[in-house]
């Protein structure tokens, strides 16, 4: 069986005058893919911490009328991702290689938020966690870690 291609090239990493890319442009950086389909947005972003939202619409619901858990994931794991590029040189790629997710609530409407901050940062891989809330009420609905390992 042949492989097939890459759909898209890498994206590199907006670095804006200070070196950092603004929340905006982290935004930009999302649109076609995944994240920017959901309609994520990046609302803060550091080397240390990043935060992103959705605002929750039919799409993101499970059959059962609930936030579906793989949105939950995916807003995570998008915050976590960015907050590992913002550690590292320039075109270094790198991927998610462990994951895991308490999902402890759920909502059906308004905004959800996830608070994704790094908890261990070495030469080869990068440990993240992340809260995602009911941005109306700041009640947890999740709690993310995940590692990722540079290529």
Not at 68 to 95: I, K, N, Q, S
């Amino acid at each position: 069986m042949t492989a097939s291609p890459p759909a898209g090239p890498a994206r590199e990493t907006p670095r804006g005058a200070e070196g950092l890319p603004t929340p905006d442009e982290l935004t930009g950086l999302l649109e076609g893919r995944l994240p920017g389909l959901l309609g994520m947005r990046v609302l803060a972003a550091s080397p240390d911490a990043v935060t992103t939202e959705l605002t929750v619409a039919e799409h993101h619901l499970a059959p059962n009328g609930y936030l579906h858990a793989a949105t939950v994931v995916a807003l995570a794991d998008t915050a976590c991702g960015l907050g590992t590029r913002l550690r590292l040189e320039a075109g270094t790629r790198f991927t998610t290689v462990e994951q895991k997710t308490n999902h402890l609530g759920t909502t059906r409407s308004g905004v959800v938020r996830a608070h994704a901050s790094v908890a261990h940062s070495g030469s080869r891989t990068q440990v993240w966690d992340a809260r995602v809330v009911d941005a109306s009420s700041d009640r947890v609905i999740a709690l993310f870690r995940c590692t990722q390992m540079s290529l």
